[in-house]
């Protein structure tokens, strides 16, 4: 791709709903990586914006996608009955890689997924309804076990970041790795680190394995 492209979108999920995000492609991009964010967060996540510039600074694309609606953010804030909703947030994640993929200048790119907390299952669950699309996913901090019975249907190779002080999603994240039968799947386990990766060099950890993963693979 010649030219950057930098956009504020919005993409119809249902009849009558839509979801923001925020699409950033550098100049020659290798690749477009859509964000799946996790519990109570949206594409305004720190953590997830400096992955993503991470990300671009290794001329990958970036598609940071709200998967509620601001009703439903606002709703679920207080009812928390939206970020546990699998099947609504994966549904969301197949049509923003559906809506790049229908896009003449975002075509040529290759899609890879990143997702963080219960994204991470939205993530695995769209890679298996969409195997010829979505070619690796990056999970951090993730619940890929929410993903059930799409693990053994994922085919893209798959990296799965976890904290080492963060012990109840390590093993969650190892029942569901010996679930998945893609071919290329790894459980990297980032040392000293807890859940949300605060602890200082930590999530620039995160940064160095994703990028390499989706480098690897897009």
């Known amino acids: 791709m010649a030219t950057a492209i930098t956009e504020s979108v919005v993409i119809p999920v249902e009849a009558d709903r ?31 914006r400096a992955v993503a510039a991470a990300l671009h600074r290794r001329r990958l694309g ?53 997702g963080a907390s219960t994204g991470a299952a939205a993530a695995l669950v769209a890679a298996a309804a969409r195997p010829s699309a979505v070619r690796a996913v990056v999970s951090r901090g993730g619940r890929p076990d929410l993903a059930g019975a799409a693990l053994p249907r994922v085919t893209a190779p798959t990296l799965l970041i976890v904290g080492g002080h963060d012990e109840p999603v390590i093993e969650l994240n190892e029942a569901a790795e010996r679930q998945m039968r893609a071919a290329h799947v790894e459980l990297r386990i980032v040392p000293g ?26």
Do not use: K, M
């Not at 990586?33 to 996790?38: D, I, R």
């Not at 598609?63 to 909703?85: I, N, P």
């Open 62 to 114: 970036t598609l940071l996608l709200d998967l509620l609606t601001r009703d439903e953010e606002a709703a679920d804030v207080h009812t928390r009955e939206y970020r546990f909703d699998i099947d609504r947030l994966a549904r969301r994640v197949v049509v923003a890689v559906d809506w790049a993929d229908a896009r003449d200048d975002l075509r040529p790119l290759s899609i890879g997924c990143f």
């Open 18 to 48: 839509r979801v923001e995000a925020d699409l950033y492609v550098p100049e020659r991009a290798g690749g477009l990586v859509v964000f799946a964010h996790g519990s109570g967060s949206s594409r305004f996540s720190s953590r997830n």
């Open 193 to 218: 680190a807890t859940h949300l990766f605060e602890e200082p060099g930590t999530l620039e950890e995160v940064q160095r394995l994703a990028g390499e993963w989706f480098e690897r693979y897009l």
